[in-house]
């Protein structure tokens, strides 16, 4: 998470916020490590929820490192609260 923060902080393109640019990511291949709130897997609406399954199981199958954090996280909170 701190690489994450780092790299997001220091904008040098090699991390990504949000669900367009992770997805334009994923399309080119280019998701090295994802991390996904759990709450994005718990929603409502099945069709996004699928959607986000796939990118998981996309990341995956290209050898790509996945951690599913908790939203009861002070970090991750803070992480989905702040303006970007």
């Known amino acids: ?3 994450f923060l780092e790299h997001l902080s220091k904008d040098d393109n090699k991390a990504w916020y ?3 640019e992770t997805e ?3 399309k ?3 998701i090295e490590t994802l991390l996904i709130t759990d709450s994005v897997l718990k929603r409502n ?3 996004k ?3 986000y399954l796939d990118l998981i199981e996309n990341s995956g199958n ?3 490192k ?3 954090l908790s939203t009861s996280k002070i970090t991750v909170s803070n992480l989905t609260n702040q303006q970007i």
Request: proline share 0%; aromatic share 4%.
């Open 1 to 3: 998470m701190d690489d």
């Open 18 to 20: 949000g669900a367009e």
């Open 24 to 26: 334009r990511a994923a």
């Open 28 to 30: 080119l291949d280019a």
């Open 45 to 47: 609406d099945v069709k």
């Open 49 to 51: 929820r699928e959607k």
């Open 62 to 64: 290209n050898n790509g």
């Open 66 to 68: 996945i951690f599913v």
